[in-house]
């Protein structure tokens, strides 16, 4: 079983849950959007790395207009997470944060997930609540996963 990332939820408001995670840190790569960095970072758990050890896989895989990531074990330090061989992969902290989320079941086509994008920026807006940063989506099923099974959630960082 792939172990998730913790987080504490803090509040909801309609469909959102507000929800404050630890820090954490990421292996990224540059994207256009798509699933293109996915081999890279699966390369860098599965031993492509200074250590030529295997990282456990830990979910979700988060992804924006620009960037996806694999989270690296909860409790790790940048300075803990073996060097990567590839350069396309980057190692980046990421700071405690509270993010706002939908969970959504099905694939991640991009109308899907667009339409879920919009409705958290709606139920922010209508509360009063401003994004403090990008929209990311995060996948929590391996892709073979039929769609009526998979877990999926849209989120995006905010100030309260």
Do not use: C, Q
Not at 37 to 54: C, E, H, M, V
């Amino acid at each position: 079983m792939t172990k998730t990332i913790p987080f504490e939820v803090t509040g909801r408001v309609g469909e959102i849950e507000f929800r404050r995670y630890p820090p954490l840190v990421f292996a990224s790569v540059d994207t256009s959007g798509d699933d293109s960095g996915f081999n890279l970072l699966f390369a860098y758990i599965t031993g492509n790395n200074s250590a030529k050890n295997a990282i456990p896989m830990t979910a979700p895989v988060v992804s924006d207009a620009s960037t996806m990531s694999f989270v690296m074990p909860a409790g790790k330090t940048p300075e803990e997470v073996p060097e990567p061989l590839d350069r396309k992969v980057r190692i980046v902290p990421v700071p405690e944060r509270e993010a706002a989320v939908i969970t959504f079941k099905g694939k991640t086509r991009e109308e899907e997930v667009k339409e879920v994008e919009t409705r958290l920026l709606k139920g922010l807006r209508d509360a009063g609540i401003e994004p403090a940063g990008e929209v990311f989506l995060m996948r929590y099923n391996p892709p073979w996963t039929p769609g009526f099974l998979r877990h999926n959630e849209v989120g995006v960082e905010v100030k309260r």
